[in-house]
């Protein structure tokens, strides 16, 4: 019986990757080193490579913990003004809390996720907010660890909690975990659906669920 519902963040709430991108693309640029969009969708999103193992892979000689706060300094600045939530996400979040608790599980940095939760109240509705870049996260997507954690912090079985996603790496996270997984992929990241043939459920915007298709997961 699916008990907790757990979001994912940057693409799935919030319109988040092309700022992420920017951001992170500004600072490098400015080291004479530009992501390029296929490099930042291959290696940033699908294989979630940190800061610091993009800069080891690519043998720059940049400080990766300099260039993360650069970039984190670059990307908070765009949120007052710039970030937006995505189609249906409200209307996800009122829905499901009515009936479910839930929880955010993101791969961004913990400063970052509270100025978005101040900024669009999410305090309000989430029991957990939780990075995969805290220290006891050991491992972050494509690895269970964040969702594992979720479900002890919340004091659930793994088989009680409902991953909605919209990444390849969080799929196979969520999968890893031994949870259900709705897939609403992110359009600024060009996914192909056969990639997320192991979901339960593909949709097109969180404006689609509802707690129908709740409840037919439930069942299987």
């Given at each position: 019986?699916?008990?907790?519902?757990?979001f994912?963040l940057?693409?799935?709430l919030?319109?988040?990757?092309?700022?992420?991108?920017k951001?992170?693309?500004?600072?490098?640029?400015?080291?004479?080193?530009?992501?390029?969009?296929?490099?930042?969708?291959?290696?940033?999103?699908?294989?979630?490579?940190s800061c610091?193992?993009w800069?080891?892979?690519?043998?720059?000689?940049?400080?990766?913990?300099?260039?993360?706060?650069?970039?984190?300094?670059?990307?908070?600045?765009?949120?007052?003004?710039?970030?937006e939530?995505?189609?249906?996400?409200?209307?996800?979040?009122?829905?499901?809390?009515?009936?479910?608790?839930?929880?955010?599980?993101?791969?961004?940095m913990?400063?970052?996720?509270?100025v978005?939760?101040k900024?669009?109240?999410?305090?309000a509705?989430?029991d957990?907010?939780?990075?995969?870049?805290?220290?006891?996260?050991v491992?972050?997507?494509?690895?269970?660890?964040?969702?594992?954690?979720?479900a002890k912090?919340?004091?659930v079985?793994?088989e009680?909690?409902?991953v909605?996603?919209d990444?390849?790496?969080?799929?196979?996270?969520?999968?890893?975990?031994?949870?259900?997984?709705?897939?609403?992929?992110?359009?600024?990241?060009?996914?192909?659906?056969?990639?997320?043939?192991?979901?339960?459920?593909?949709?097109?915007?969180?404006?689609?669920i509802d707690l129908?298709?709740?409840?037919?997961?439930?069942?299987?």
């Amino acid at each position: 019986m699916i008990k907790v519902v757990i979001f994912d963040l940057d693409g799935l709430l919030i319109d988040s990757q092309p700022l992420q991108y920017k951001a992170y693309n500004r600072v490098f640029s400015e080291y004479g080193f530009p992501i390029s969009k296929e490099e930042w969708i291959d290696e940033w999103i699908n294989n979630s490579i940190s800061c610091r193992e993009w800069i080891h892979k690519m043998n720059l000689p940049l400080d990766f913990a300099k260039v993360r706060a650069e970039k984190q300094k670059v990307y908070e600045e765009f949120i007052p003004t710039d970030l937006e939530l995505k189609p249906g996400a409200m209307n996800a979040i009122n829905l499901l809390f009515v009936e479910y608790k839930l929880c955010i599980a993101s791969a961004s940095m913990k400063p970052s996720i509270e100025v978005i939760s101040k900024k669009f109240g999410f305090e309000a509705f989430f029991d957990q907010i939780i990075s995969d870049q805290e220290s006891h996260v050991v491992r972050q997507k494509p690895f269970p660890d964040v969702f594992q954690c979720v479900a002890k912090e919340m004091e659930v079985a793994p088989e009680e909690c409902l991953v909605i996603e919209d990444s390849v790496a969080g799929l196979e996270a969520a999968k890893s975990a031994n949870m259900k997984c709705i897939i609403c992929p992110d359009s600024f990241c060009e996914f192909e659906s056969s990639e997320f043939e192991d979901a339960d459920k593909i949709i097109k915007s969180l404006n689609e669920i509802d707690l129908d298709m709740i409840h037919e997961l439930d069942k299987d």
